[in-house]
């Protein structure tokens, strides 16, 4: 059986018997990053050394990926979902922050990613959306430990964080997914797929909107990057 066909029948199952997926446990906790900053977060726990770290859009907050962490548990992926600084129950405010500010947002994805080796996980990916999408390149461009990236509506250059040299660093595997009337981050998206080293994948839609707005109108969306992850997470 196709293996695109066997993901979307076992996601398809679990929603046939009413369940989201299992959980391991739940856990709400406060992450402190390289430069002092406290921040909220959540990881939704699975067996397994797979994980995935989840950063949102500008003004929201890891309660964005609620739903979509409960799915990848049931393929065993652990997921943090973190409130950037300036986001949600994290320190400061987003609308106060300059350019160097948004950029220091890597030290988050930092403090993330301890909590889960701390916890047995050795394989980790990361997805962003918009702002969070270039946030996750930048860092994944500086740390080869991450396995792979899922961009979600990326720009070249959202609030000074510009990827553009990230991308000509950054050598593993890329998805990026973005809404064709998305016009911003659709044409940045091209720019990041031609220039990205490694394997890499455009996946393009219509009429979705931008960034985790999409995730709950697409199922063929979610079932790619489940699809992505479990190939890619080894």
Known sequence: MDHKLIIA???AVIFLVGCEGKVVSTEDVWLETSD???LGSTVWYSRGEKAVILIHM???DRQDWRYFAKKLNVFRIT?????LRGHGE???DWKDFSEQDFNNMIRDVEAAKKVLEKNGKKSISIIGASIGANIALKYAAQDSDIKSVVLLSPGINYKGINVE????IYDRPVLIIV????TYPYESSQIIYEKAKGEKELYTVEGLGH???MLPKSQDMENKIVEFLTDTLK
């Open 9 to 11: 029948v076992i996601i």
């Open 36 to 38: 002092g900053k406290r």
């Open 58 to 60: 500008l003004d929201h």
């Open 79 to 83: 997921a943090i979902g973190i409130d």
């Open 90 to 92: 994290s320190v400061d």
């Open 165 to 168: 040299n990230d991308t000509k």
């Open 179 to 182: 809404s064709k009337e998305d």
């Open 211 to 213: 960034g985790t707005d």
